[in-house]
C-alpha cells in the first residue's frame, strides 16, 4: 500500500554538497578500492576518489 505524504518534490532544486572526510585523499581511496574484495565497496571507493580529486559528481557516476 503506498500512502501520499502530501509532500510534492519541489523543481530545480540541488541536494545540499556532502562533505568528504579530510582524512582520506584520492590517492588512499584509490588504495583501499584496490585492496577491496567487494565489488560495489571498491565502485564507491573509486567514485569518492574521483569526487575528493576535484572531479564532479556526474563523472564519477
Known amino acids: 500500500m503506498i500512502l501520499f ?6 523543481e530545480d ?3 545540499a554538497p556532502v562533505l568528504l ?3 582520506y585523499d ?5 588504495a583501499l578500492a ?5 565489488p560495489a565497496q571498491t565502485r564507491r571507493l573509486l567514485a569518492l576518489s ?3 580529486a ?6 564519477a557516476a
Open 54 to 59: 576535484g572531479g564532479s559528481r556526474s563523472e
Open 26 to 30: 584520492a590517492e588512499g581511496l584509490r
Open 13 to 15: 532544486v540541488m541536494a
Open 21 to 23: 572526510r579530510s582524512d
Open 50 to 52: 574521483v569526487i575528493s
Open 5 to 10: 505524504s502530501g509532500l510534492e518534490p519541489e
Open 34 to 38: 584496490k585492496g577491496s574484495r567487494n
